[in-house]
């Protein structure tokens, strides 16, 4: 690679840096026309229970909550990219900077032999009478190559080294792309399943949305308490660990603290945005996504649950919250709640994670 090709690429890298931090943005095509709200006559759609409602509101949310955790898996791997190339755009011209440097050094020993006829310097007292004179000059010789190999072997040894620091950049730059590609598309899923809830909430009246908040923690509580005659809470008595009391001060002090998908604080949060700035705050830094949180956090046993413990829930772990003791957990519910404690058991667990085993 030629100092003009890597200039370029060092150019073009450091140019980018001011685009990685530009937000994601979701350009939708243009909707197509709503169909008419006409009915052949003698139809009518049939009114569905406040009951069918509430589960389809939920299934809705769920799979907002499943796209946040895509969208949030995407953001943290896009930020991970610009800085990978970030650093590799600094290591392309500090690397162009050494190049210019060694090359000067290769140019001056050149102009050095041009003027003494093509000799080394120490070559001339080589040719002397004098046995002293010429030890002296072959000495010199001899460090006179081994520096100019010297030169030499760190000039193409820099080179390719350039050369991989381009080669990876543009691999991280491709990543970076295809990460804010996934963004775009988890955040259009995200905005259309909150919509369509949102849209059936809408309609309904205000007496059935009070009596919608009500059959949810009907639910949660018929689950619940399913989960506690089934035995679980019985051997569940162990302490937290002082981590684990940290991070559960934290998120109970988010309590009444809105949802917000894709937010980590310190006004909003998501499900696994609370947990994950929780034990960050406790000092263990943990994955962003309750997807994530679930396939690299040591998994253990329900029974051997402790306070500071995430207990991550539905089959696609799309869902998280943290247990506090007594079968309680403090979570992140969905869009259009706030931060609040529920039964551990009010839904369907998948299993529970241990941050700092």
Known sequence: MNRRHCASAAITLVCALSVLITPVQAFAKPAPPAPSDKKPSGAEEPKKSLEEVRKEIDALYRKAGAATDAYNLAKEKAEKQSGEIVKLARE???????????????????????????????????????PQLFLDGVNRVREGQQAAQGVLGELTRTQQDLETYTKDASTNWKKLEANRVEQAEAKKKINTQIAAAKKLESRLKKEERARLLKLEQEAEYQQQTAWLSSGALKDINREASARGKKAVAFA???IGKPYGWGDEGPKSYDCSGLTSQAWLAAGRPIPRTSQEQWRLLPHIAIKDMRPGDLIIYHSDASHVGMYIGDGAIVHAPRPGRNVTLAGAGSMQILGVVRPDK
């Open 92 to 130: 392309i011209v500090v690397g162009q900077s050494k190049i210019a440097e060694l090359k000067s050094q290769a140019g001056a020993q050149a102009r050095e032999q041009y003027r003494t006829g093509g000799l080394p310097p120490g070559a001339q007292f080589m040719l002397s009478d004098d």
């Open 252 to 254: 109970t002090a988010q």
